[in-house]
């Protein structure tokens, strides 16, 4: 890892710190989640950093200012190193078969009075009448490993393109720098479009898309067949689901191939916590996919078509809520991408640390949380040190 920082070039003319410095100095201050570039700068005084890094830390600046223009890609090198590792470990376990890549949308930061070169604009209606309202959103990659759910890579959406042209940039060099990694990518219905599908499917991979526009052709077509079908009934816990599973649609016309659809009306059982009373809550999912029934059981694809909920809770709510994702620590484009890199790298090490250091019965015990913070106390007592070469 020490090696792939090495790598990691910038345009200063003289620096007087080393980059890799730099984002060794990051990467402690979003495993010790200390939430911003300033609260890590108040910890200078701790000796700590002369034992680490060997030199004092570098000024919350100079950090900013050289992540503006660092080589995103050596920080990408760095994430797929991990992803090697932890592949030749086999660590990486399949979810029903199938290595799963999972992609979706985040809206990483929004403001009426900051801007860079890379912020997206929109119209605001407010009370003071309309205003420009500037914003980010990426789109991640994410693989669906069962036990810890890998983060490949991230792509800022740029002016002017939607969420899709920035995955299809996205996919285009995951394919290239992943090739082996994933046979499926499921997706939100947003992502329904022949070009993402003919990208996917010409590299030999599968799409699992949830269809929920109820104008297309496609969807008319699966209703109008799923009435005459008897569905088939699975009960798993507590859910009670009746699927339909119906092959060789052809109506969505600009795909060029037939497509699958699955529909899965599930019903489960909740205890309302303000009543205490029992109640029915029902949902309805339908996804269109280009694996055939043989390729996979119907049973498979609700499974996958589910997992897509992986990719909110256990990275961009877990990245928001706990590992200050959404924070801004520069506002510069570049330096954007990257911090987002750094926090791929950093909890793909932390769930690895997680899942194949500690043992099974001490990680029941306590919560991810609990051993977050164990990191972050190390920082002041003395356990956080470096491991000898
Ligand atoms: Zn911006």
Redesign the pocket.
Known sequence: MRELLCRIPDSRRKPSIKTPIIVESALIMMVTRMGSLNALEQDKGNRFWMRWLGCTLPSADTIGRVFSQVDVDVIRSCIHHVYGRLKRNKALTKTCGFDVLIIDGHESTASYL???S??LRRTMHTREGQRTQ?Y?RNVIAMLSARDFPLLLDVEEQRQGEDEVAAAIRLIRRVLKNYPRAFDVVVVDGLYLKANFFKLLVAHGKHVIAVLKDERRDLMADARGLFSLEEPLIEISGNTHRKIWDIEGFSSWEALDRQVRVVRSVETKTVRRQLSGKREQESSEWIWAATLSQKEAKTQVIVCLGHDRWLIENKAINEMVTYWYADHVYK?H?TA?CAFWLTLMLVLNLFRAFMYLNIKPQRRRRHSNLYFARLISSGLYDGTLQKIPP
């Open positions: 900051r801007c860079c890379g912020c500037y980010h506002h484009p954007i």
